[in-house]
């Protein structure tokens, strides 16, 4: 299983992004996908996930203003965040948990800063 992470960049405070992320190769009917994050100096810690039956989980931090969705024709999944602060700012990581295997895609940065 081969992830691939796209969509950071830099934007100011209160502004956009969607980060994608598509994986090809086969994976357990039920399965997690999740976008991770870790900013300079921290641990990598959980955004959100979505499981194969899109129930969703936010970490508090960004609930309200970011969204997981998932687009199982396309095998992708994506994370609209919204609001941005600058303590969004981090390099950002896609998860798939397929039974008892983990898969991550490489990272993409996101820079939040006026």
């Known amino acids: 299983v081969q992830l691939q992470a796209s969509g950071g960049g830099l934007v100011q405070p209160g502004e956009s992004l969607r980060l994608s992320c598509a994986f090809s190769?086969?994976?357990?009917?039920?399965?997690?996908m999740g976008w991770y994050r870790q900013a300079p100096g921290k641990q990598r810690e959980l955004v959100a996930h979505?499981?194969?039956?899109?129930?969703?989980m936010y970490a508090d931090s960004v609930k309200g203003r970011f969204t997981i969705s998932r687009d199982n024709a396309k095998n992708t999944v994506y994370l609209q965040m919204s609001s941005l602060k600058p303590e969004d700012t981090a390099v950002y990581y896609c998860r798939v948990q397929s039974g008892l295997n983990y898969y991550w895609g490489q990272g993409t940065q996101v820079t939040v800063s006026s």
């Open positions: 979505i499981t194969s039956s899109s129930s969703t």
């Open positions: 190769g086969s994976i357990s009917s039920f399965n997690i």
